[in-house]
């Protein structure tokens, strides 16, 4: 088996700004998999937020041997980037050794479209109001936040889509204070989830506080080893291949979330189509669905995923899986 490595930049539409900083494109690495004349392929972004760089990611996946199963791969590589993008690209082959869909192979029921959230980048006021107003006939918006004069912006986005579900992502970026100030006016303008309202290192401060809002976790969710100490912090759990490292654990962690109690988010760092298209099996049925990763960008992949009014439908075999 041969595993091959590229990294690929992806322009974005627009600079897309969250709390961290700003980025005006999408650096990803793409994984090929191939053995008797047959490729697989998978991708992956790697996050600072989790110390991942491109360089320390490829060398990551160029340390595996070549006879990598996925069980195996479970064993030498921690939940993260790098097995993401390899245990995507052994499906991908699977599939295609097989004749058979990935959905397939996993015991899954064939997928179908979800409703997909559309991101909403940080900014001034007027200006959120302005991309509010422009994606207005969008079901579901999502909110990037986490500062300290968020409340004009929330009430800007709301001006601007009056009749749209929105939920927040304050990635990491508010206080308890902050959090417990804000819940009244968050019920107010109607907002249906608040992701990571807290750093996940501080996140014990949500221990019996009221939660008027669903709290998702996200930076505080990796695999199904973060689901202990969620309890009784957290309504629902974001699912990202990126943290779960794969769609074998993301299964699982989906599974194991509903049976403890949780709901699902299905998540996305923003990357191509190749990256969300894993991700549209996990997110069948979920309570939230956050793949607008391609929507964000200014090009994309080949046989890209298709998105309409009913949402981001399930990859075509073309694509992957």
Not at 71 to 90: H, I, K, S, T
Not at 192 to 197: G, I, S
Not at 199 to 213: F, I, K, S, T, Y
Not at 277 to 283: D, E, G, Y
Request: proline share 6%; glycine share 10%; hydrophobic share 45%.
């Amino acid at each position: 088996m041969q595993i091959d490595v590229t990294a690929d930049t992806f322009k974005l539409a627009q600079v897309f700004t969250i709390s961290r900083g700003s980025r005006t494109e999408a650096k990803v690495l793409t994984v090929r998999v191939t053995e008797g004349g047959v490729t697989g392929w998978g991708e992956c972004v790697p996050y600072a937020r989790y110390e991942e760089t491109l360089e320390s990611v490829t060398a990551e996946i160029n340390g595996l041997p070549g006879d990598i199963t996925r069980q195996a791969l479970y064993d030498l590589l921690p939940a993260g980037a790098a097995r993401n993008a390899v245990d995507c690209a052994l499906w991908d082959l699977e599939a295609k050794r097989a004749g058979k869909r990935v959905w397939e192979l996993a015991g899954l029921t064939a997928p179908g479209p979800e409703v997909t959230a559309y991101t909403l980048s940080l900014d001034a006021p007027e200006a959120m109001r302005a991309q509010a107003a422009k994606h207005s006939h969008r079901p579901l918006l999502k909110i990037k936040l986490g500062t300290p004069d968020d409340m004009p912006r929330l009430e800007a986005v709301r001006a601007g889509a009056p009749d749209a579900t929105i939920i927040i992502d304050a990635n990491e970026g508010w206080s308890a204070e902050v959090y417990a100030d804000l819940a009244p006016h968050l019920v107010r303008l109607g907002v249906a989830l608040v992701e990571q309202p807290l750093p996940a290192g501080e996140d014990d401060a949500l221990l019996g506080m009221d939660r008027p809002v669903p709290v998702c976790a996200d930076e505080s969710c990796h695999d199904r080893a973060s689901l202990p100490g969620l309890k009784g912090k957290y309504d629902v759990v974001n699912i990202k291949l990126d943290k779960t490292g794969g769609l074998t654990e993301a299964l699982a962690l989906r599974d194991a979330a509903l049976a403890e109690g949780f709901d699902v988010m299905v998540g996305c760092m923003v990357g191509s189509s190749l990256a969300m298209a894993p991700a549209t099996l996990v997110a069948q049925g979920a309570k939230v669905v956050d793949l607008d990763g391609p929507l964000l960008l200014a090009e994309d992949r080949e046989n890209a995923l298709k998105f309409d009014g009913a949402g981001v439908h399930p990859p075509v075999a073309a694509l992957w899986g």
